[in-house]
């Protein structure tokens, strides 16, 4: 069964939704004229203006739930904090994480990643990766400008750049 969308005859005169368009774009305006104005004469110090941040000596704050780069979490010993249970690498949907493992010579520990690749050329930054880890080995909270690149080959991150 197809159903089809009708649109109104408000919608049909587009002249009305074009003179809606200019009136939220002019009330946007005004408002930051004023508010620009008022900073002018030093009042509404509290009130931002709709402004691009001016880059190099105002650094844009990012949002608390922000997913940028991968890292991988250390032990007090240093070594990873990755016992190479492959839960990270089965739920990727990209399948852009690769770890090989092996015994590892502490007893408590039984398995650990002799290699843990991340092809970030592939990552969708879904973060499954970090919701499925049981022991917190891997998170998304590296904020630097390191994803991108001329060389796909730059953009696979191995154990030690993850560390």
Do not use: W
């Not at 922000?66 to 016992?83: E, F, G």
Request: proline share 6%; net charge neutral; hydrophobic share 35%.
């Amino acid at each position: 069964m197809k159903v089809e969308k009708h649109i109104g005859l408000k919608e049909q005169i587009y002249i009305i939704e074009v003179v809606r368009g200019i009136y939220v774009t002019g009330t946007h305006f005004f408002r930051n004229i004023v508010v620009h104005i008022g900073h002018i004469f030093g009042a509404a110090k509290n009130n931002r203006g709709g402004v691009t941040y001016q880059y190099p000596e105002e650094v844009r704050p990012y949002a608390p739930r922000l997913r940028m780069r991968h890292r991988l979490m250390k032990r007090p010993d240093a070594s990873p904090r990755c016992v190479a249970c492959y839960m990270c690498e089965t739920i990727c949907p990209a399948e852009c994480i690769h770890i090989t493992a092996s015994e590892s010579p502490d007893p408590i520990i039984e398995k650990y990643p002799v290699s843990f690749d991340i092809d970030l050329s592939r990552c969708i930054y879904c973060g499954y990766c970090v919701e499925a880890c049981p022991c917190d080995a891997i998170r998304m909270d590296i904020y630097e400008n390191k994803i991108t690149s001329d060389d796909r080959n730059n953009l696979v991150f191995t154990i030690k750049e993850l560390l």
